[in-house]
């Protein structure tokens, strides 16, 4: 078992935009697809771009969601692997919601099934990591970074360390650009 949790980091620049996120929201779905294109656009050498996997409770299944996630980011290619696991939880994300977040066919669902959805659409073998207890580590250690920084829907931004309004989930990478300045 690896002994390390790949952060979700990329780009090395001056200006730093976090996110955070939690893959179930359609707000969050929306804005992951935009991250990368706003990585390029500004350029990794420009920006850092950090992703904070964050747990809503309305979302019912978002702690298996968000733990499966946090799995993928153990070991050799962690972050890649987390990132795929986001983009493929975010393309269905209807297969891990409640209707009106409390009934349809997911009040049926177990953990072990919806970790299985997860590695199914990622590609992934997660059931190992998924019982790590570095796992459940790394998630005290996001909620508190959260909670510190009065975090509390998703997606919320920060932009060199302090939490930016301005940004939506809804607005275009130009627009997240130009608010970058």
């Not at 002994?3 to 980091?9: D, F, Y």
């Not at 707000?27 to 706003?38: I, N, S």
């Not at 070991?75 to 209707?99: D, N, P, S, Y």
């Not at 990622?122 to 959260?146: C, D, H, M, N, W």
Request: charge should be negative; include cysteine.
């Amino acid at each position: 078992m690896p002994v390390s949790i790949s952060p979700l980091v990329w780009g090395q620049g001056p200006k730093l935009f976090e996110i955070f996120i939690e893959p179930t929201c359609p707000f969050c779905a929306r804005a992951l697809l935009k991250l990368m294109p706003l990585l390029e656009t500004v350029g990794p050498d420009q920006m850092t771009l950090q992703v904070h996997l964050y747990s809503q409770p309305w979302h019912l299944w978002s702690p298996v969601v968000i733990r499966a996630v946090t799995a993928a980011q153990l070991g050799t290619g962690g972050r890649e692997q987390a990132w795929k696991a986001l983009l493929a939880i975010g393309a269905h994300r209807t297969e891990f919601v409640m209707e009106d977040h409390c009934s349809g066919p997911n009040m049926n669902e177990t953990p072990a099934g919806i970790l299985g959805r997860i590695e199914k659409l990622a590609g992934l073998e997660l059931a190992e990591a998924f019982r790590s207890p570095l796992v459940t580590q790394e998630i005290k250690r996001q909620a508190r970074y959260g909670r510190q920084n009065g975090i509390h829907v998703t997606p919320t931004f920060m932009v060199n360390g302090l939490i930016d309004d301005r940004f939506s989930s809804g607005q275009s990478v130009e627009e997240w650009k130009e608010l970058l300045g």
